[in-house]
């Protein structure tokens, strides 16, 4: 059976239960077409990271900033290898399910 989880405290939650490089599923509606997606993703991945910020935000935004979970999409690398274009943000606020160390969690408000 699933576990339940508050949305306010989703971010913190996992930051502290899901490590830097440790994977982790997450299911979430997607903000321009409503799509439903399922994803499995990494925090703290440096491979690829330019430190200039996301296009449009002004120096010192943050992920946070805007509601976004900030991750690596472990499913988004080429053939080639091509790891650029493999991160993500989430909308918080649009985060269904999780599923962490083996543990499936139920994203309630």
Do not use: C
């Amino acid at each position: 059976m699933a576990k339940r989880i508050q949305r306010h405290l989703l971010p913190s939650w996992l930051r502290n239960e899901v490590k830097n490089g440790q994977f982790f599923s997450v299911r979430f509606t997607k903000r321009s077409n409503g799509e439903i997606r399922d994803m499995t993703a990494r925090f703290g991945v440096k491979k690829g990271v330019s430190g200039v910020g996301r296009k449009g935000w002004k120096e010192g935004d943050t992920a946070k900033n805007y509601g976004l979970l900030s991750v690596y999409d472990v499913n988004k690398i080429t053939a080639e290898g091509d790891t650029k274009g493999a991160f993500r943000m989430i909308p918080i606020e649009n985060i269904i399910s999780l599923k962490v160390n083996g543990e499936e969690y139920i994203v309630v408000d």
